[in-house]
T-cell receptor, first 114, second 110 residues
Framework: ETGVTQSPTHLIKTRGQQVTLRCSSQ?????VSWYQQALGQGPQFIFQ???????GRGNFPPRFSGLQFPNYSSELNVNALELDDSALYLC?????????????FGPGTRLTVL | TQLLEQSPQFLSIQEGENLTVYCNSS?????LQWYRQEPGEGPVLLVT?????EVKKLKRLTFQFGDARKDSSLHITAAQPGDTGLYLC??????????FGTGTRLTIIP
């Protein structure tokens, strides 16, 4: 049990629509990262938030955006959905353990774009 | 762009056998982690290695970090059906972004 929760667990949208995914990070962790995991691949880094500010971004277009709230929960928003956006979206909260970071992942949201 | 290559991509072996999976990069890791992911769940951290040449053991799992900190291996002794899953290596390359490999999908046949 990592303490990271995500909602919803599954979601079906159509091309062009917008979606918001939510994440509650583990208590005491002030950094949250979002990843996209396509079928059969490893997770790819989307972006990271630290104390409500974006703190690093991967190779994703601006239609992928996020928010982090004062309680360290987070949202991932995707506009103008495309078929290739179908994937498992994972959030992870981070703690620093003796000089290196450890990430604790939620169960993910499975997004299907039709 | 740092790339992590994992091999093999798929591995299916009988219960009780030993196996090794590999993770390689052309860049030096500041630290490297191994995760296991089961269907419908997020990755679960197994171990973090930081020092070149480091060896860590977790029950039947042995993790090794290469001397040059560019490669790592995971060895499982006497595999059990509960070891089935997707094994992912992931590395930090001196920044805060965790880069994942493509994974090794392991199936243990009872």
């Amino acid at each position: 049990e990592t303490g990271v929760t995500q909602s919803p667990t599954h979601l079906i949208k159509t091309r062009g629509q917008q979606v918001t995914l939510r994440c509650s990070s583990q208590s005491g962790h002030n950094t949250v990262s979002w990843y996209q995991q396509a079928l059969g691949q490893g997770p790819q880094f989307i972006f990271q938030y630290y104390r409500e500010e974006e703190n690093g971004r991967g190779n994703f277009p601006p239609r992928f955006s996020g928010l982090q709230f004062p309680n360290y929960s987070s949202e991932l928003n995707v506009n103008a959905l495309e078929l290739d956006d179908s994937a498992l979206y994972l959030c992870a909260s981070t703690r620093n353990a003796g000089g290196f970071n450890e990430q604790f992942f939620g169960p993910g949201t499975r997004l299907t774009v039709l | 762009t740092q790339l992590l290559e994992q091999s093999p991509q798929f591995l299916s072996i009988q219960e009780g056998e030993n196996l090794t999976v590999y993770c390689n990069s052309s860049s030096v890791f500041s630290s490297l982690q191994w995760y296991r992911q089961e269907p419908g769940e997020g990755p679960v951290l197994l171990v973090t290695v930081v020092t070149g040449g480091e060896v860590k053991k977790l029950k039947r799992l042995t993790f090794q970090f290469g001397d040059a900190r560019k490669d790592s291996s995971l060895h499982i002794t006497a595999a059990q059906p509960g070891d089935t899953g997707l094994y992912l290596c992931a590395g930090y390359f001196g920044n805060e972004k965790l880069t994942f490999g493509t994974g090794t999908r392991l199936t243990i046949i009872p």
